[in-house]
Structure formats: structure tokens, C-alpha cells
């Protein structure tokens, strides 16, 4: 198997293409139902980017693949909605950015170093 120098110092295999889809069907099989909770999240081009920084191991990428999965499941980062976060924006935390994602999305960036004291029932 080949190696080549990537972007950072370490070496990184250069698999073939029937290679990699092996890989993504390893992992794929390795999370199991938790590919069926966020279909779209578990596309191949997703698993291969898991499998790529993680050097093409297939134990490393479904572990943080799951855990990313899980995390989603209990968080839903994809429900939050301005009417859910706006009073941190009163804080300048967050804002609403004037341009939008490539599926047509508003795009939220969140400054955590704005973050003001107090409490609040739910944190970001």
C-alpha cells in the first residue's frame, strides 16, 4: 500500500478507490443501526471524510462516527432555530450571518468569547 505525505506531517495510505468503498462498507457494517437514525448523515462521502482523518482506520472513523451520531441524536443541532437562541443574541454571542448555506439554511455563528454571566435555563 502506498503512503503519501499529507497536508500535516504525519504519512497517510492512498487507497484505491475499490479500497476505500471496502472501507466505508467495514464501517458501515461496524455502527450498524446507527447509520439508519441519520441516513443522510451516514453517506458514503460522510464515512469517507471520518475514514480520511482517521487514516483510512476503520475502528478510529466508526468509534468517532458514533460518537458524532449519538451527539446529534441527543442534541438535534439541526431543530435550533433563531426563536430558540435569539436571546444570546441579545448578548452578541451569536448573530445571524447575511448570506446562507449551500442547501439554502441561515447561516448562526456563535462567539463563545461573548459569552455573558448569568443563568439561563438552557446554555448553548
Not at 64 to 85: C, F
Request: a positive charge; one cysteine or more; aromatic letters at 10%.
Amino acid at each position: 500500500m502506498p503512503l503519501r505525505k499529507s497536508r500535516s506531517s504525519a504519512v497517510e495510505k492512498a487507497l484505491s478507490p475499490e479500497e476505500q468503498q471496502a472501507k466505508i462498507n467495514e464501517v458501515r457494517r461496524m455502527i450498524g443501526p446507527s447509520s439508519e437514525a441519520l441516513p443522510d448523515f451516514c453517506s458514503d462521502a460522510s464515512i469517507s471524510r471520518y475514514l480520511w482523518s482517521r487514516n483510512w482506520n476503520a475502528e478510529k472513523a466508526s468509534k468517532m462516527l458514533k460518537e458524532t451520531v449519538k451527539w446529534r441524536l441527543k442534541y438535534k443541532p439541526e431543530a435550533i432555530r433563531w426563536e430558540d437562541v435569539a436571546h444570546e443574541a441579545a448578548t452578541g454571542k451569536i448573530y445571524r450571518a447575511d448570506y446562507f448555506d449551500k442547501y439554502g439554511r441561515s447561516v448562526l455563528v456563535m462567539r463563545p468569547g461573548f459569552q455573558v454571566g448569568g443563568k439561563y435555563k438552557r446554555k448553548l
